[in-house]
Antibody, heavy 117, light 111 residues
Framework: EVQLVQSGAEVKKPGESLKISCKGSGYSFTSYWIVWVRQMPGKGLEWMGIIYPGDSDTRYSPSFQGQVTISADKSISTAYLQWSSLKASDTAMYYC??????????WGQGTLVTVSS | QSALTQPASVSGSPGQSITISCTGTSSDVGDYNYVSWYQQHPGKAPKLMIYDVSNRPSGVSNRFSASKSGNTASLTISGLQADDEADYYCSSYTSSNTHWVFGGGTTLTVL
């Protein structure tokens, strides 16, 4: 069974750093792209970026380029999304999803990130 | 502002059919057959309902169907059920440097 399991909810202060994770199982982790999606409170879905764990090829949506870093450790089938300096506006639910041939076919349960002083 | 335009809300009674539109441009919906639709219940992760314009993943009810004409894709849900009440998002590949875009989402209310 394909599963993506994300790390737990985080509460951080502005300016702090954070790295959240997404562990894949039940399939060849290195053979599928992983996408990160942001959903701000009460809002819609936004593509943040995509990584191919096989060779760490990474592309970012222009809105998120320079704001976050996407990485992966294929030895432990885990993708990451990290911030070096959080802002209150980073408060959101973050989802990872597997990119099948042309769509996001499996999703993680989401990681809620709250940034507040 | 989302790249793909969806109605904010639609509604229907149990047993009826509804259609949700998703309007893009010739750089996304109009140029690629990589349109997908996702269902999201409150507090839950999105679920893939349609891929490649009109294909249903295994396990998705055949009450869900979709199509595309020009720059507009559409999702139709027939025989509405209470559990269909959710947010629905379309997505498309795009030739812009965002690579992929979502619609703003449509809230379906089953009356």
């Amino acid at each position: 069974e394909v599963q993506l399991v994300q790390s737990g909810a985080e509460v951080k202060k502005p300016g702090e750093s954070l790295k959240i994770s997404c562990k894949g199982s039940g399939y060849s982790f290195t053979s599928y792209w992983i996408v990160w999606v942001r959903q701000m409170p009460g809002k819609g879905l936004e593509w943040m970026g995509i990584i191919y764990p096989g060779d760490s090829d990474t592309r970012y949506s222009p809105s998120f380029q320079g704001q976050v870093t996407i990485s992966a450790d294929k030895s432990i089938s885990t993708a990451y999304l990290q911030w070096s300096s959080l802002k209150a506006s980073d408060t959101a639910m973050y989802y990872c999803a597997r990119h099948g041939s042309s769509a996001l076919d499996y999703w993680g349960q989401g990681t809620l990130v709250t940034v507040s002083s | 502002q989302s790249a793909l335009t969806q109605p904010a809300s639609v509604s229907g009674s149990p047993g009826q059919s509804i259609t949700i539109s998703c309007t893009g441009t010739s750089s996304d919906v109009g140029d690629y057959n990589y349109v997908s639709w996702y269902q999201q219940h409150p507090g839950k992760a999105p679920k893939l309902m349609i891929y490649d314009v009109s294909n249903r993943p295994s396990g998705v009810s055949n009450r869900f169907s979709a199509s595309k004409s020009g720059n507009t894709a559409s999702l139709t849900i027939s025989g509405l059920q209470a559990d269909d009440e959710a947010d629905y998002y379309c997505s498309s590949y795009t030739s812009s440097n965002t690579h992929w875009v979502f619609g703003g989402g449509t809230t379906l209310t089953v009356l």
